[in-house]
């Protein structure tokens, strides 16, 4: 069954074109789009048995990218080209290549080079308004139909995620280039939790604490196995499940699946898994309140962030609000796309962990897993 649910799920995120996305320690090592190169496992072995593995990078670096016909899209079309513009300059202004750019597309193009282009889909700004992006581009072994293609849907809302508009827009636009989120690394999170790796950092025995139950929908969640599976056994089973198992959050649209670990999907090759590994400067990790309940009335911003932590450090403290992209954000991008245009690999040679973790992925195993 559960493999089963696993094979829906990753047909859901193929076809959907969004998946949660984005750590400088294991993200996958993008080729230049020929079409004929798949991830090279310097950084990430391939599982050839996974569906979704053909993931490579963006010609030139350059994201071409289209607004959504629907009427909300085209409405709010002006504000979200803006934050698009403002957060790619975040990116540079901490130390990206300025050739990493994004170039809207006209409408034609939109239609005719649907496969090859972005569709910006605005998700609106009410409380059930959210975030989601295709990570990478996808290769040439995901089949598409004419109308199909890497989405990326965006709300402005400002008392989610980040609790900042720009720096929401950075963290997908970090998604589109091609991170995964630094909080989903398996060698972050221990036993309890499927598809762990041994981490001393999160799950229900680590102290860095997984509140599943704080997750705004998580009671909605419960309510539906209610529903489905009446008040026996089986309801505890599933309920469970859906808080320790990606596959099965992912099937029931649970916002678990945005912090749980992706198993068959991808492996890591941090050098370790404790807190000193994790960057936890990312603009690819989720503050402690990220998707999280409120603790009392009133709105949630910067200076009120009263949301429940899911996640916490393990010193108890909270994960902070990086409004920025880290050094380590920068240096995975630049390294991820150092075959593409002539990227120098400078970064590399001056910070040090990401170093460490480059030597050890040349020193890990062959084969492997996927990567979505």
Known sequence: MTSFTLFLSLVWLLFSGQVWAGSAIWQPALKPRDHDQKLDPRYYYVNKDTMATDRIAWDKRVIRYCFSSDDATQAAKSRLKKYLKDAR????????????????????????????????VYSGDSESSGMATYVGFPGKGVVMLANQGPTMTLTDRSNMGLLDVVANFAHELGHAWGLYHEHQNPKFWGEGVAGSDGGEVWGPNNPGGWNCHYLKDYARQVTGLVVQ?????????????????????AANRFSAADYLPMPNVGTAHSAGH??????????????????????ESGPITADNDHRERILQKP???????????????????EAMYASVGGTKLDLLNTISNFKKVYKSSNSGPSGGSGCL
Not at 315 to 333: E, H, K, Q, T, V
């Open 315 to 333: 010193d108890g403290s909270r994960i902070p609000i990086n409004l920025f992209p880290s050094d380590l954000d920068i240096a995975a991008l």
């Open 229 to 249: 599976t009446g008040n026996g056994g089986m309801r505890q089973i599933n309920q469970q499940s859906l808080c320790t198992n990606w596959a099965m959050a």
């Open 274 to 295: 404790g807190t000193n590994n994790v960057d936890w400067r990312s603009i690819m990790i989720y503050p402690s309140g990220a998707g999280a309940i409120a603790t």
């Open 89 to 120: 300059k975040l990116w540079i202004s901490k130390g990206l290549n300025s050739n990493f750019r994004i170039e809207e597309v006209n409408d034609k193009v939109c239609v005719d080079e649907r496969n090859d282009i972005l569709l910006v």
